[in-house]
């Protein structure tokens, strides 16, 4: 398994504004996933955060309003950009371990409040 | 893509009473997970279950590849087993690690 820890927490920021979010693992992966859980629903991916090279995007997110850096292999940070209240969600980013094993494990999550 | 399907969408149990929830899946898949999200929003670890069964205590789970569904059986339920339950996979092939959700089975256990 893998340890993940996510700051802040939670947050409340006014519309217009912007958030990072930290993701910090305690060991090295390879694969780093950012994922998006509006109220009540279910979790949709955002993008995978790549070390070393631009993170790749699924249909429906782009890179100008969920910024994504991956400087290393134990950290990722999310940016949501310019929000506005629709971006209230909880966001959580995941790690899969590897070595031919493909769980997933989650961190504690964000939730996120734009007013 | 790929189709997860949870059922029952809600269910209410009396603590110490069974329940069995299912997913249905309409592809291959090399990755299939139950999680359990609890009231603060965390995800839970629950199984990796690509095929095959397993037990954790109270908890166990069966994933039949070959028929595209799997099942997670919860037994004496207790008030803390509530919370939202997810089924994920990711589809055959891939090498993006993408999990695919399920919209969930929420649970409310009675005392």
């Known amino acids: 398994s893998a340890v993940i820890s996510q700051k802040p927490s939670r947050d409340i920021c006014q519309r217009g504004t912007s958030l990072t979010i930290q993701c910090q693992v305690d060991?090295?992966?390879?694969?780093m996933f950012w994922y998006r859980q509006q109220p009540g629903q279910s979790l949709t991916l955002i993008a995978t955060a790549n070390q070393g090279s631009e993170a790749t995007y699924e249909s429906g997110f782009v890179i100008d309003k969920f910024p994504i850096s991956r400087p290393n292999l134990t950290f990722s940070t999310l940016t949501v950009s310019n929000m506005s209240p629709e971006d209230s969600s909880i966001y959580l980013c995941?790690?899969?371990?590897?070595?031919?094993?493909?769980?997933?494990?989650f961190g504690p999550g964000t939730r996120l409040t734009v007013l | 893509g790929i189709q997860v399907e949870q059922s029952p969408p809600d269910l209410i149990l009396q603590e110490g009473a069974n329940s069995t929830l299912r997913c249905n899946f309409s592809?291959?898949?090399?990755?299939l997970q139950w999680f359990h999200q609890n009231p603060w929003g965390q995800l839970i670890n629950l199984f990796y279950?690509?095929?095959g069964t397993k037990q954790n205590g109270r908890l166990s789970a069966t994933t039949v590849a070959t028929e595209r569904y799997s099942l997670l059986y919860i037994s004496s339920s207790q008030t803390t087993d509530s919370g939202v339950y997810f089924c994920a996979v990711v589809r055959v092939p891939s090498n993006t690690g993408k999990l695919i959700f399920g919209q969930g089975t929420t649970l409310q256990v009675k005392p």
């Open positions: 279950i690509p095929s």
């Open positions: 060991s090295q992966v390879t694969m």
């Open positions: 995941s790690v899969e371990i590897g070595g031919g094993i493909y769980e997933q494990f």
């Open positions: 592809d291959s898949v090399n990755n």
